[in-house]
């Protein structure tokens, strides 16, 4: 599985961002698609996940603020991200879980600064 994540920039405390992951096959074959995010110094930790039936996991440190939806017939997953704060800057990496199997896209930075 491939996947081309996209997205990512530099946004004011406040404001908003949509990260993009493209997967090279059907989102229904993938198990998990999900986004992770890892800041400089820190460990990298997940964001939001979404199963193949639908169901949707956040870390509480977004919940309320991020929203994870998926276009099927794009095989493309969105992760909304919404009053973006100084905390949230990392570069994200999108994830996903075929067949026991992890995959990763590119990073993306997101920047939340003023």
């Known amino acids: 599985v491939q996947l081309q994540a996209s997205g990512g920039g530099l946004v004011q405390p406040g404001g908003s961002l949509r990260l993009s992951c493209a997967a090279s096959?059907?989102?229904?074959?993938?198990?998990?698609m999900a986004w992770y995010r890892q800041a400089p110094g820190k460990q990298r930790e997940l964001v939001a996940a979404?199963?193949?039936?639908?169901?949707?996991n956040y870390a509480d440190s977004v919940k309320g603020r991020f929203t994870l939806s998926r276009d099927n017939a794009k095989n493309t997953v969105y992760l909304q991200m919404n009053s973006l704060k100084p905390e949230d800057t990392a570069v994200y990496h999108c994830?996903?879980?075929?067949?026991?199997?992890?995959?990763w896209g590119q990073g993306t930075q997101v920047t939340v600064s003023s």
């Open positions: 994830n996903a879980v075929y067949w026991g199997i992890n995959y």
């Open positions: 096959r059907s989102i229904f074959s993938i198990n998990v």
């Open positions: 979404i199963t193949s039936g639908g169901s949707t």
